[in-house]
């Protein structure tokens, strides 16, 4: 089909040659015998509330539990830690998973060995460099300096879809229905490997000097090595951070917003750089992904609030002031930023993995002091009110606190790292989409009058 593979693709599209026509033959089996069998029900207030709790989409790479938290393909959080290759034998170490073993699990459903991880290092590490990179600077470089990082980021998303090897196929007639998973394979491939640099280049214009040029890939070094060293960053401890960092971020099941949209844009045949930048506009908003943004400012007006009340000179004047003040928030009507989920209803593990990583590492960093106090009332007080579903803290609560100390101060950038994060979990859904024939999405809707006529309602 002319599509070339090096070794960490090829070992990939292997893998998945097998899988594919098994998971085939699986979904035919289950249409076959319950097409027609319910999965829920519809309600009228799901219908005005955002279709929450409706089940109506199938999504392979993971999945929510209400207690348990996020599973990536069957694995929770901690058993991801245990088992997918880290850096231990690389260049500075490192004891958590890599982002490039999650997009190898995300995609097959099977944890990959160290050689398979190595050779899928390699692979991206290889397809980082390549010409339509100096476009993307170019696009940047037209851009305000003061735009938005998400703003940035999605241009430059669009920009490296002119590379897209599955738009250029479907539009010489060289893909057909049996194959495109393997170009949405391609696409996914060349997208990952460029999105550090990327989002690297939008760093070092946004908040250091303007210049969009940083270090080139080096082929020696992890995924996340590369992109803390193009950040300009320095140290192993910051570069197995951001290994955890992108590792827990990469999905969340298909019903969120990111992961939503760009399946669903993907569903029309868009190409997979097309679908992931609609999906980062959704994950820009502050109800999504520029909740990490937000929760940052809300802990510095927190502690600016303390010190207003004279400052805590001990543990506990700090929880005492801090309920005082939360409570003070509550009764003015506003909410806790970092607390709350749609779907979860226990402490959100990618919380508590940040928190251990800060205990092991960092124990002694007074904003993560704040934030564990923080973490030690502010449930018992949401409970207390009785207004919040879920009074637990959210993996926004605390991501910011890992990234700050690391001297990544910037919080208008949090969101691209979530960005280049959430594509190794999205991406991965579209092949699958693909692979499984799926069709373009389209739901039926009703207009309020139509509901009102039909339960006879004026």
Known sequence: MGVRCASGAAQL?????????????????????????????????AAYGGMRGICGLTYEPSLLDPIEGIRFRGLTIPECQVQLPNNAQGIGGGQEPQPEAMLWLLLTGEVPTKDQAKALTAELNA??????????????????????????????????????????????????????????????????????????????????????????????LDYSANFTKQLGFDSPDFADCMRLYLSIHTDHEGGNVSAHTTTLVGSALSDPYLSLSAGMNGLAGPLHGLANQEVLLFLRDLQQKVKDKGGASTPAELET??????????????????????????????????????LRNLPDDELFKFVDTIYKITPGILTEHG???????????????????????????YTVLFGVSRAIGVLPAIIWDRALGKPIERPKSITTAALAKKFNIS
Not at 342 to 352: I, S
């Open 13 to 45: 599209k292997e893998v998945l040659s097998v899988k594919i026509p098994e998971q085939q033959k699986l979904v035919a089996k289950i249409k076959k015998a319950h097409a027609d069998t319910s999965l829920g029900e519809a309600t009228v207030g």
């Open 127 to 220: 397809r980082a460099n390549h010409p339509i990179m100096e476009q993307v600077t170019k696009t940047l470089d037209s851009l305000p300096l003061d735009m938005h990082p998400m703003l940035q980021f999605s241009a430059g998303i669009l920009t490296l879809g002119h590379a897209s090897k599955f738009a250029a196929a479907y539009a010489d007639g060289s893909a057909s229905k049996a194959n495109y998973w393997e170009f949405a394979l391609e696409d996914t491939l060349d997208c990952v490997a460029r999105l550090p640099t990327l989002a690297a280049q939008i760093y070092k214009r946004s908040f250091h000097g303007g210049s969009s040029k940083v270090a080139p890939v080096d082929p020696d």
């Open 321 to 358: 002031k801090l309920t005082e003040t939360i409570w003070e928030l509550l009764n003015a009507k506003r909410v806790v930023p970092g607390y709350g989920h749609a779907v979860l209803r226990k402490t959100d593990p990618r919380y508590t993995c940040q928190r251990d990583f800060c």
């Open 387 to 413: 207004k919040t579903k879920n009074p637990w803290p959210n993996v926004d609560a605390h991501s910011g606190v890992l990234l700050q100390h690391y001297g990544l101060t910037e919080s208008r950038y």
